[in-house]
């Protein structure tokens, strides 16, 4: 091949990759995020209304939320490096797994409530497949299929989330698609009580 030909090639080249980091910039420019102070402000008198959204199972299979639109969800989109440094967040969980043993004595347990928890891939530096593994071996077979990932912030576009690096975020969406409650933990005592309270009209 001559040179000019090779030139011709490399010209080339560097001009689709020109045009795919345009594309790639003007889609960052179109996603406007929700303010932390509106997500805050949702209740069911001023809920959110969201869209199911396509994320990937612990095996990394595109799959959307199960039960979305057919039960109220509690959902924890999680950076894995919050939950490591933060002993709040495990704290929390932790209180959480308690309650939902308690059966109807809980706050939170429902057959009407699924629990599911998104692990946001997209901003930890933790290797993707080395959180995968430790997560199906701590949850054992079974839960895996109520845990999911988001490799590329698909559902924090697609709800318009704020920066949630390194944050520990927790929702309830109703079944009708609407956000209901958004806080980032760790939270205060009055803000668990108004999650609690919140969680109970929809037991």
């Given at each position: 091949?001559?040179?000019?030909?090779?030139?011709?090639?490399?010209?080339?080249?560097?001009?689709?990759?020109?045009?795919?980091?345009?594309?790639?910039?003007?889609?960052?420019?179109d996603y406007e995020p929700l303010t932390r102070e509106f997500l805050y402000s949702v209740s069911p008198e001023n809920p959110y209304r969201l869209t199911n959204t396509t994320i990937v199972t612990l095996s990394n299979n595109p799959s959307t939320l199960p039960d979305f639109g057919s039960k109220h969800m509690f959902l924890f989109y999680v950076d894995p490096e919050s939950?490591?440094?933060?002993?709040?967040?495990?704290?929390?969980?932790?209180?959480?797994?308690?309650?939902?043993?308690?059966?109807?004595?809980?706050?939170?347990?429902?057959?009407?409530?699924?629990?599911y928890a998104v692990l946001n891939l997209a901003?930890?530096?933790?290797p993707s497949?080395?959180?995968?593994?430790?997560?199906k071996m701590v949850l054992g077979k079974d839960v895996p299929s109520r845990n999911f990932a988001d490799n590329d912030h698909s559902l924090k576009k697609a709800w318009r989330l704020p920066d949630v690096n390194n944050k520990?975020?927790?929702?309830?969406?109703?079944?009708?698609?609407?956000?209901?409650?958004?806080?980032?933990?760790p939270m205060t005592d009055e803000e668990k009580e108004l999650m609690y309270n919140t969680i109970q009209m929809y037991r």
């Open positions: 091949m001559e040179i000019k030909h090779i030139l011709v090639v490399v010209a080339t080249m560097l001009a689709v990759s020109a045009s795919a980091q345009k594309k790639s910039a003007k889609k960052e420019l939950y490591i440094k933060e002993s709040a967040n495990r704290d929390l969980e932790k209180e959480l797994k308690a309650d939902g043993k308690l059966g109807w004595e809980g706050k939170t347990y429902s057959p009407e409530i699924q629990g901003d930890t530096k933790i497949g080395l959180i995968r593994s430790v997560v520990f975020v927790l929702m309830f969406i109703t079944k009708e698609g609407d956000l209901v409650f958004y806080r980032e933990s």
